[in-house]
């Protein structure tokens, strides 16, 4: 029987980690003052590195780790060549501990620390405890840990490594040299995977880099294991290959959804939506690709200098300028917002595509009939015959998308008020949108909804809309909770207002003092 021999393949990021703090990308000042302290012999004895993920963090804990305990380091920086350099690369110096936080955070985690510190370093340096994702730790880890770290021994380094700060106990960061990691600038990116290219050969348009660098959002660890999953392609990798293989969708369309929607055109979106769903795309990364254009688009708009707008815009910038004058800043913003609220909501909503559709063709259709209004409330009136009863939801339930017809609610406000001034004055205040089948409204004035339901009010409101638009239409009301504070001088208006509407019908002449 034949024995194979089998090559084992190291994935980049571990075969171009860092082995000394030069090599460390996009942290230059971090490393700068490492380096000084480690030579001048001022190293602490407790460190928090934060930051995203990739930007660098566990590798300067393990170079760290390793130079305050090099036999030859100099100038701040490990040799790589003695004994401990060597066995600390190769995971064997039992001084070095690293733990993972995620699945070791209970006390006992931190109490086995406690018993191990009372020996000295094996080697007589230092022992380092490196502690990654140290934010997972239960509170009672953390209060163990805090135990050790108010009085230390000489020889102990602890190194926290967590991508959220917030959740660590500031008793603990109070006790720590902190380090903030930012995200790596896409330039220094794209110059350490053009080193990294031309050592493992690897044949690949510019273009693809720089998408790459792109796609990494700041760190170095994806752009790598980017470059890993693309780099197994025979010939030469396009930047549409990159995009084939990551799901990533192509700026052109992306672009055209966009401008679909700027210059109102639902056909157009709908054909270019389904185009790129057709080629397999995830909603999810549409929705993020939407973001990611609406964000450039808002940069351009806003920044006059024309250098800082390529540096910050890796997009044809003619391209954006046409439709940067099509669309303020407010509209922008206000798509952001509901479309970053359905990425955010997107593990739990089951049809973000029909979702996608009604925030873009309620967007164009508002656009059209200059309907301002930025929210969508729900709450039902169910039909029964001729008359509508109301009552209160909190989930958003829309049937009817295909028809948006136009509406003039402060006229529709008028003829009511014809008959009742003070449900005018409250309802002309209202917000209102007008999606298929239903008007939303939403008042802050807290006696909204039961001023609708006296007196036959709903019904004759949507006797009114139906003479005005010639079509009967379901209506939700809410009075949000966030404006249920209505100022008291205006509700006692709008009472002072419906008394003296109801005496001068009875021929009353009323005086108020």
């Keep these: 029987m034949k024995i194979g021999v089998y090559k084992v393949y190291l994935a980049l990021y571990r075969k171009y980690r860092p082995k000394n703090f030069k090599e460390v990308v996009g942290q230059d000042s971090i490393v700068e003052v490492l380096m000084n302290e480690i030579e001048r012999d001022k190293v602490g004895h407790a460190y928090l590195f934060t930051g995203t993920r990739g930007t660098g963090k566990t590798s300067c804990a393990k170079i760290l780790a390793k130079t305050v305990n090099c036999e030859k380091r100099i100038l701040g920086e490990a040799c790589n060549d003695c004994e401990r350099c060597l066995n600390i690369e190769k995971e064997r110096d039992l001084d070095i501990v690293e733990i993972d936080a995620a699945s070791n955070n209970g006390v006992d985690n931190i109490r ?44 102990i380094l602890f190194i926290l490594a967590t991508t959220e700060e917030h959740k660590v106990p500031i008793t603990i960061k109070s006790r720590c040299e902190r380090f903030e990691f930012k995200r790596i600038n896409e330039k220094d990116i794209i110059l350490k995977l053009e080193e990294i290219i031309k050592q493992e ?31 197994s392609k025979e010939g030469k990798i396009t930047k549409n290959y990159i995009e084939d293989i990551c799901g990533i969708i192509d700026d052109e369309d992306i672009e055209s959804l966009v401008k679909s929607v700027i210059v109102k055109d639902i056909e ?6 389904e185009d790129i769903l057709l080629k397999g ?21 806003n920044i006059n200098n024309i250098e800082k707008r390529q540096e910050l815009i890796k997009r044809n910038l003619e391209n954006i300028k046409e439709i940067v004058e099509n669309i303020k800043n407010i509209d922008i913003i206000d798509l952001i917002n509901e479309i970053g609220e359905l990425y955010k909501k997107s593990k739990i ?3 973000k595509n029909v979702i996608l559709d009604i925030i873009f063709i309620n967007r164009i259709r508002l656009d059209e009939k200059k309907i301002k209004n930025d929210n969508i ?7 029964s015959s001729d008359k509508m009863d109301i009552c209160n939801s909190d989930e958003l339930h829309i049937e009817d998308t295909e028809n948006i017809n136009p509406f003039n609610w402060e006229e529709i406000c008028k003829i009511l008020g014809e008959d009742y001034k003070g449900l005018y004055s409250i309802l002309s205040k209202a917000e209102v949108q007008n999606i298929g089948e239903y008007i939303y409204i939403d008042s802050p004035n807290i006696f909204f909804r039961d001023l609708i339901k006296r007196d036959g009010h709903s019904a004759r409101l949507i006797e009114i809309i139906k003479n005005y638009t010639g079509k009967r239409y379901k209506i939700r009301l809410k009075v949000s909770k966030e404006k249920q504070r209505y100022e008291e001088d205006k509700i006692e208006q709008d009472l002072v207002e419906n008394i003296i509407d109801k005496a001068n019908k009875l021929g009353i002449q009323v005086e108020i003092k």
Excluded: Q, T
């Design 377 to 383: 409330y729900s709450v039902d009136l169910k039909k």
């Design 201 to 231: 050969k690897i044949d690949i348009e510019e273009e693809g880099i720089e998408l790459i660098s792109r796609m990494a959002d700041g760190g170095m660890r994806d752009a790598l294991s980017i470059l890993d999953k693309v780099c």
């Design 268 to 273: 157009k979106y709908i054909e270019i939506k």
């Design 281 to 301: 795309k995830d909603i999810d990364r549409v929705l993020e690709s939407i973001l990611e254009y609406l964000r450039d688009i808002i940069l351009y708009k």
């Design 112 to 155: 086995d620390i406690k018993e191990e510190i009372e020996y000295h370093s094996r080697n007589g340096g230092k022992k380092v405890y490196i502690i990654d994702e140290v934010h997972m730790l239960s509170i009672g880890a953390f209060n163990a840990l805090l135990k050790i770290m108010e009085e230390p021994p000489e020889n």
């Design 349 to 351: 909503i089951s049809n």
